[in-house]
């Protein structure tokens, strides 16, 4: 796809005020039918005002969208520093110590799997949907996912680039081989009849907070075809995304007309790149998140308010001009 104009689809009116524009709209309440959302009711005039920018950058098509934890939190699963994030006492695994000791890889399986629980039961939300009705509409480009839930191709989006992979499946170490996660469940579920926890909370990344107490009697289990070390198929802190998948997702964004961003921070170098791309090849960025996120900077629009309320509220009125 070749490149766009940077302000395409955005009339001159639109685009001055939209520059720089932080828009609050945390009261906001959608009002919806069985069919889907009917209308939204805005709290303030220039939070319709960015709805409408919001609306005619979409419409214009060609949009890239990178989201993060803040677009599952209405299917129950917390984001790491929004409203619903979970206070977490343990700190992350990671690859090192994952990879390097049999202890660290016993207590991230023993979490992993009482977290599993609840991720691998998670469904798709109202933002999910909207995502997927807009790439139905052929108004996306692409979508990458910060995410590990698997939720974007569980609502319909089709050929998700998953930055950070997928919680849903299993890698040995060893010999390579790829297996589902709710195989290794059942084989950890029978291979742990006996021991029992209650999980203290549950990350964005399937893992819970769980004392080392709790530990006691948990066993982990082997790869199946070659006996060796079983770690989810998801990238650890302190481990790099594969370099061709960072390539991939750099010619999304060339190919792009806009990125939007959902439900990120982007405090983390991983996702803010892309923003970063965008911006310095002069294509407009857009982020609807519930706080501030260091790509605010770069936006020509910013809409602070949930996701399962912008999102069908943008997809039904991009419908409703064709």
């Known amino acids: 796809m070749a490149s766009r104009p940077v302000d395409a689809g955005l009339t001159n009116e639109r685009r001055r005020a939209a520059r720089r524009t932080v828009v609050r709209v945390d009261t906001m309440v959608a009002r919806a039918t069985a069919a889907g959302v009917s209308r939204v009711a805005l709290p303030a005039e220039r939070a319709a005002e960015a709805l409408d920018t919001l609306t005619d950058l979409v419409a214009a098509g060609g949009v890239l969208v990178l989201s993060g934890a803040g677009i599952s939190t209405e299917s129950g699963i917390p984001d790491y520093r929004g409203p619903s994030s979970s206070a977490r006492r343990a700190s992350p695994m990671t690859y090192q110590a994952f990879s390097g000791d049999p202890a660290a890889r016993r207590r991230y399986w023993a979490r992993s799997h ?135 997702c750099y010619g999304l964004v060339a190919e792009s007309r806009s990125l939007l961003v959902l439900g990120s921070s982007l405090t983390v170098m991983s996702g803010h790149r892309f923003v970063l791309r965008a911006a310095r090849d002069g294509r407009p960025v857009a982020i609807v998140n519930q706080g501030a996120t260091r790509g605010d900077r770069y936006a020509a629009v910013t809409v602070d308010a949930p996701l399962g309320s912008v999102l069908p509220a943008v997809a039904a009125r991009v419908a409703g001009r064709s």
């Open 114 to 248: 009482l977290g599993w629980q609840l991720v691998g039961r998670a469904a798709p939300n109202r933002g999910h949907r909207a995502v997927a009705a807009l790439q139905d509409a052929g108004l996306l480009s692409g979508v990458i996912t910060q995410n590990v839930d698997g939720l974007h191709q569980a609502a319909g989006a089709r050929d998700v680039t998953d930055l950070h992979g997928r919680l849903d499946r299993v890698r040995c170490l060893d010999c390579g081989r790829l297996s589902a996660r709710n195989e290794l469940h059942a084989r950890l579920a029978e291979a742990n009849v006996s021991w029992h926890a209650i999980a203290a909370g549950i990350n964005p990344d399937g893992d819970v907070d769980l004392p080392d107490s709790a530990l006691d009697g948990f066993r982990t289990v082997d790869c199946e075809n070659c006996a060796g070390v079983l770690k989810p198929d998801v990238v650890f802190f302190g481990e790099t995304v594969p370099a061709d998948r960072v390539a991939r």
